[in-house]
């Protein structure tokens, strides 16, 4: 199922249950039930199904990075020198092995990616950014835009009511 087929299929109970469990994710099944007003039993199939079919992808905690003792968060613009499925492949499988990558966006403009990443300073995103630019991954350029804080903080996509 596609992302459009899931978001048609998705009627005026799922949404709500989309929106309830987006801002409280640690909700029992028992509480959302009553909620959405339907049974336990009736509530979870409909959680399940969201679940097979990738409307929910999975659930988190939001933690603070800062707390963790992350010293800089850095969001990087990085543009390939080709755009062959082999070199895309093997540039995201690098990203996925990196521990310091936290996120990767494929984007439409002028740049190819943009990746969210968490280091301890600047001197280790240098020789992270080295090892990027310096491999065999086809970076060609990086730009590079430091977190300074967040006025807004991500808390959930907006679930239109339709």
Known sequence: MTAVDAEAALD????????ILQAEGRLTNQAL???VALSP??????????ERTGVIQGYNAR???????VGLVLYVEVSLAGSRSDETARFEEAMAALPQVVEVSDVSGDVDYILKIVV????EW???????????LGVE???????MRKPKKFVGYPVPDR
């Open 12 to 19: 005026r109970i799922d949404r709500k249950i989309l929106r």
């Open 33 to 35: 039930a009553e909620r």
């Open 41 to 50: 039993s009736a509530c979870l199939a409909r959680i399940r199904h969201l």
């Open 63 to 69: 933690i603070d990075p800062f707390a963790l003792g």
């Open 120 to 123: 301890g300073n600047m001197a």
């Open 126 to 136: 240098n020789r992270l950014r080295e090892q990027l630019t310096g491999g065999d």
């Open 141 to 147: 350029r990086v730009t590079t835009h430091v977190l």
